[in-house]
């Protein structure tokens, strides 16, 4: 292995410059940060270009790593790459995943999460391992979506963005291959809706939620076969988007 003890090595800075969105969007790559993540990338075959593995740390056993560039890096350097405050000691490189829309022939029983617009890093990490847990086929990442290879919505997910297809989508254009392949479409927004409770679970389904301030687009809402909220008993204003999500996604398939 080669070992880099310089923060100006090119190579680190290259691995810097995905820090940034434009850069990991050009580059079709992503940083995966602590033993657990980079060990869930691993697992599920991610594409993984690079691992850099500060002196002390060690890599995470049975694997194979002949087709991964293996470097080691001084604390300094590793602390100069990462994004956590407190580095882990080990950091991958991997390839953007190549999940598509196409690849997917809708099922009467597929069950998919659609997200429209939801900004906020930690809720999209949190929803994406949710729907991870609640066995949904996908999770459908409409327009204005935080990018899902930013390092908090990585290290929300704990893994789940390696179990679940993600893909970027059009919206409209989902909920229309669920009508036609037989599929409800439910939107979550409180005014015109349904308690969740009022609703059965589904054989297979679309949920669709929304930006945390404006909550799902009114245009998807028109097309939905019934809009549903989860009722409000206290004081509280609403309900964060990735608790409601994890109340809907559940109820739904509850009797599955």
């Known amino acids: 292995m080669n070992r880099i003890e310089s923060v100006k090595n090119p190579l680190i800075k290259k691995v810097k410059r995905l820090h940034k969105r434009k850069y990991r969007e050009k580059e079709q790559l992503f940083i995966v940060e602590g033993f657990h993540l980079v060990e869930e990338a691993l697992k599920h075959n991610a594409r993984v270009k690079e691992i850099f593995l500060e002196d002390e740390a060690e890599l995470p056993g049975g694997f194979d790593f002949s087709y991964v560039h293996l470097t080691l890096v001084s604390h300094q350097v590793m602390k100069e790459m990462s994004m956590t405050e407190t580095p882990q000691g080990i950091l991958a490189v991997c ?30 990490g949190t929803m994406i391992r949710t729907a991870d847990a609640a066995g949904m086929t996908a999770v459908i990442l409409g327009e ?69 301030g404006a909550g799902v687009n009114s245009e998807w809402l028109e097309r939905c076969d019934q809009i549903i ?4 008993y206290g004081e509280a204003e609403s309900l964060n988007v990735s608790v409601a999500t994890g109340i809907l996604l559940y109820h739904l398939k509850a009797s599955l």
Do not use: M
């Not at 690849?103 to 617009?117: N, R």
């Not at 909220?229 to 409000?232: A, M």
């Open 144 to 212: 204005g979506t935080v990018d899902p290879y930013n390092d908090k919505v990585i290290r929300a997910t704990q893994g789940s963005l390696f179990h679940i297809p993600l893909i970027k989508g059009d919206l409209e254009d989902w909920i229309k291959r669920c009508k036609e392949s037989g599929i409800p479409v439910f939107g979550s927004a409180l005014e015109e809706g349904t308690t969740h409770s009022a609703i059965a679970s589904q054989e297979g389904f679309a949920l669709i939620v929304g930006n945390e």
């Open 95 to 124: 390839e953007h995943k190549d999940d598509d829309s196409v690849s997917i022939q809708l099922q009467k029983e597929d069950s998919f999460l659609f997200v429209d617009g939801v900004q906020d890093p930690g809720n999209l």
């Open 229 to 232: 909220y989860v009722p409000i």
